[in-house]
């Protein structure tokens, strides 16, 4: 088993390209979480496509089919009836409509969190970002089926829509909808100016936790399948705030696991009791819980350990792991670690993010931070679900709403708390 680490890593064009391809390369909301995304985000179209021989007859031979691993869903057969058999398609994507939409993947890179390969491009006069990602382990046909039909009809205001797919070889190509907008990292630390964020207020964090906490509160709970679902790549820089009158929340590659084999139907829920053995697991550092560390299983518990770890860095603004240097050496410092001594010690403010101006109420940010800490609790058994973490976080924000009121009157540069850190 390897566990692979959200770095990035410079990619050669046989990292993006099949072998055969010789071409170089709104207020917030007591919502539930059926609530529905605006008109925008809605489905348009239908039909999804797996075309595994559109590389090779685009230069007339087969060398690409020699990387392809043999599974249920690579002939043409199994395509056709994959497509009939689904009663509402999703978008199906000939690889040949995926290669020239992209410019033979020579278009400028979209600049992804992702550890993959992606471009933002037009597909069928609608904007969208193509993520190129590559299978982890064989998904049985039927297995396969009922995911992608179940991931491209769900809809939340907090997810970016997955449009459809297309395959080649041993790589997936999945299409979402391009959304405007900057990772929630790139908001926290701008890094041409470090004292400046676009979330200087209270109001746009809280609403950004509130959004993220309902999205993936559906995503575990309401997505319709008997099997939950997980995300297994919640990290600030998977998350979208988008560039519009409100800063909101939008997570980015739900589908992803599932579609790519990172998750596992046959194994048990609880990782002790689970062989991981036959497949690759990815993670990033500073988001894996430790279980997950030591056995490469992903599960909604591990989701919620990285919720937390995203709902510590909305409040303080710091970085999940950092290193700083203490004379002759570096220090890591670790983000959990620091908060655990904030709440322990009665120094959250002192914690919280400066940009902030001392502008929030010390009471709601305080509850957050612990409850963050919930959520990182070493034993996954004793870390909340999402339904519980998403109707605490609401209540928060409704506090939020009515401390802002209060405040309303007051002037602009006023700090509600007035004590020395």
């Known amino acids: 088993m390897r566990i692979f680490c959200g770095c990035r890593s410079k990619k050669t064009s046989s990292d993006v390209i099949p072998s055969s391809i010789k071409t170089p390369g709104s207020t917030y909301r007591m919502s539930s979480s059926t609530r529905t995304s605006?008109?925008?985000?809605?489905?348009?179209?239908s039909s999804f496509a797996y075309s595994s021989a559109a590389a090779s007859s685009?230069?007339?031979?087969?060398?690409?089919?020699?990387?392809?691993?043999?599974?249920?869903?690579?002939?043409?057969?199994?395509?056709?009836?994959?497509?009939?058999?689904?009663?509402?398609?999703?978008?199906?994507?000939?690889?040949?409509?995926?290669?020239?939409?992209?410019?033979?993947f020579q278009s400028t890179k979209y600049s992804s969190s992702s550890s993959s390969a992606a471009w933002r491009c037009v597909i069928r006069g609608d904007e969208v970002v193509v993520f190129q990602r590559k299978f982890r382990r064989p998904i049985e046909e039927t297995e396969l089926r009922e995911r992608l039909l179940v991931i491209c009809k769900s809809h939340h205001s907090s997810l970016i829509k997955l449009r459809g797919a297309s395959m080649s070889g041993s790589y997936i190509y999945l299409v979402y909808d391009y959304v405007k907008g900057a990772s929630l990292a790139d908001c926290l630390k701008n890094p041409k100016n470090p004292n400046f964020t676009v979330l200087s207020d209270w109001m746009s964090r809280i609403t950004i936790a509130a959004d993220l906490a309902h999205g993936l509160e559906y995503i575990h709970n309401s997505t319709g399948l008997e099997k939950k679902f997980i995300h297994n790549h919640i990290k600030s820089t998977s998350i979208i705030v988008t560039q519009s009158s409100s800063l909101n929340a939008k997570i980015c590659h739900f589908g992803t696991a599932e579609l790519c084999g990172e998750t596992d139907s046959r194994s048990d829920s609880d990782p002790k009791n689970s062989n991981s053995k036959f497949v690759k697991f990815e993670g990033t550092r500073g988001y894996m819980s430790p279980e997950f560390q030591a056995t490469g299983i992903a599960t909604q518990k591990s989701d919620v350990y990285a919720f937390g770890v995203v709902i510590l860095e909305i409040l303080s603004g710091e970085e999940p792991l950092k290193y700083r240097q203490d004379k002759e050496t570096f220090v890591r410092v670790s983000l959990i670690d620091t908060t655990r001594e904030a709440v322990g010690s009665g120094t959250v403010r002192r914690w919280m993010d400066r940009r902030l101006k001392d502008s929030y109420p010390e009471e709601v940010a305080e509850k957050l931070a612990r409850l963050g800490l919930e959520c990182l609790e070493e034993e996954p058994e004793k870390r909340p679900d999402m339904s519980w973490v998403a109707s605490r976080i609401s209540k928060l924000y409704l506090d939020s709403q009515s401390w802002t009121e209060k405040m309303g009157s007051l002037p602009a540069d006023f700090t509600a708390s007035l004590a020395p850190r």
């Not at 605006?38 to 179209?45: Q, T």
């Not at 199906?92 to 995926?98: A, G, N, P, R």
């Open 38 to 45: 605006n008109a925008d985000l809605s489905p348009r179209g």
């Open 58 to 104: 685009s230069n007339g031979n087969n060398s690409y089919n020699k990387d392809s691993w043999k599974s249920s869903v690579s002939s043409r057969s199994s395509l056709s009836s994959l497509r009939h058999s689904l009663p509402e398609n999703p978008h199906v994507y000939d690889f040949k409509e995926i290669f020239s939409a992209t410019n033979k």
